[in-house]
């Protein structure tokens, strides 16, 4: 097996268009645009870079935190870091975090090219735990992933994915075959991608690429370029802007993620351009065309995790965490603080990211697909809420 050994510990302590959609399947188990301005370095005074969560027998609560005290290099697939909880696996582009009181982490991690996904966690080996078909040319294959709405009572898991035929979304659970939920999903030879994550009120939430045609994303007839929102049999969810139209917004080109709070009262989801990376309030049955922030840099805005007063987006291109003030309201309030940007402080490139907790989300590195990768690349890592700075608060 290509997954060596690593090193384990116990429990973390976490402190610190109107279209009906085609190829659905039923089952029956059960703001005003806000300028770039380059951001600033992020000082001592901004905030520090977020502790990592200890493990038994480091320092003493109070004592030096992770970001202050070297950690050795990794040897093979074993990495001392200690927010680092799966290793060498390839191109980690989708992470779902698994129902969790904040004492460890397990999550589910899956590989954009293979289509294997792995039950990952803060003291064991990955485990094999699905293997789906996917076409991975251009940005396709598995990039999405999301527990069912009533994950406790079926164990149920939605991946979104390419095929050979289409973009589509498919649910699984551990050791059966996954089944079709929503098909015909247009597909191009670029932006393939989407995204996906369970609404609050047990509907599914989609974003899905404009498949190489700029034009779909505005086309209300199209699947291609849109927040898509249905029940978990495929069906579009009952009171959506269109009753008979999975649509509930329109706009995207190659989305990178999107999160929300808890009670699904603030929803985001990130994009990509041609000339810009952007980051959305998703509003219903409204066109995705007034960013809550942009960035002419383009670092590859991918997940994000919105932390209450700061919304934390990953990148996949400059390989940071750029962390967005919000105000009281929920709009943007200042410059983004960059966190987990360098060799010594970061993990490179990021690809998905998934909230655990209040102050913790997983992530997952694609450094083996276009970055610097080191021997225990691929990984999945905790990430800590970095502490506001107070230019995000009214």
Not at 309 to 335: F, H, R
Request: proline share 7%; hydrophobic share 35%.
């Amino acid at each position: 097996m290509r997954r060596g050994p690593r090193r384990s510990w116990s429990a973390v302590v976490l402190a610190c268009a109107v279209v009906v959609p085609a190829g659905c399947a039923d089952f029956d188990d059960s703001t005003a645009e806000t300028d770039w301005r380059s951001a600033p370095e992020l000082s001592a005074e901004a905030g520090p870079q977020p502790q990592l969560p200890e493990a038994e027998g480091s320092a003493e609560p109070g004592g030096p935190s992770t970001s202050q005290t070297p950690v050795p290099p990794p040897e093979g697939c074993t990495d001392y870091d200690k927010a680092v909880i799966a290793t060498c696996l390839d191109t980690v582009s989708a992470v779902a975090a698994l129902p969790s009181d904040g004492s460890s982490v397990t999550a589910l991690a899956g590989e954009r090219r293979s289509g294997e996904v792995f039950l990952v966690n803060s003291d064991g080996e990955p485990q094999e735990y699905a293997t789906l078909d996917v076409e991975p040319t251009g940005d396709g294959g598995l990039t999405g992933l999301a527990l069912s709405p009533t994950y406790a009572e079926d164990g149920l898991v939605f991946a979104y994915l390419t095929t050979a035929e289409d973009n589509r979304i498919v649910r699984f659970a551990e050791g059966q075959e996954p089944q079709p939920v929503l098909t015909g999903i247009p597909k191009g030879a670029d932006h393939n991608r989407g995204a996906l994550l369970a609404g609050a009120d047990g509907s599914l939430l989609v974003a899905t690429g404009d498949a190489g045609d700029a034009a779909a994303a505005a086309d209300r007839t199209s699947l291609a370029g849109k927040i898509l929102r249905i029940d978990p049999s495929g069906a579009p969810a009952g009171d959506n802007p269109a009753a008979d139209s999975a649509v509930y917004a329109r706009g995207l080109h190659a989305p990178g993620g999107m999160c929300g709070t808890e009670d699904g009262s603030r929803l985001w989801v990130t994009d990509q351009t041609a000339d810009r990376d952007a980051v959305y309030r998703i509003e219903a049955g409204e066109e995705l065309s007034v960013p809550a922030w942009t960035w002419k840099d383009r670092p590859g805005v991918s997940g994000c995790a919105d932390w209450t007063d700061m919304l934390a987006v990953s990148t996949e291109q400059a390989g940071n965490i750029q962390n967005l003030p919000l105000t009281e309201d929920g709009s943007v309030g200042g410059e983004p603080q960059v966190t987990l940007d360098g060799e010594d402080n970061g993990y490179g490139l990021l690809g998905s990211l998934d909230q655990v907790t209040g102050d913790v989300a997983v992530a997952g590195t694609i450094n083996k697909d276009g970055g610097t990768p080191v021997s225990s690349d691929d990984r999945v890592v905790l990430i800590v809420r970095q502490p506001a700075s107070g230019s995000g608060r009214d």
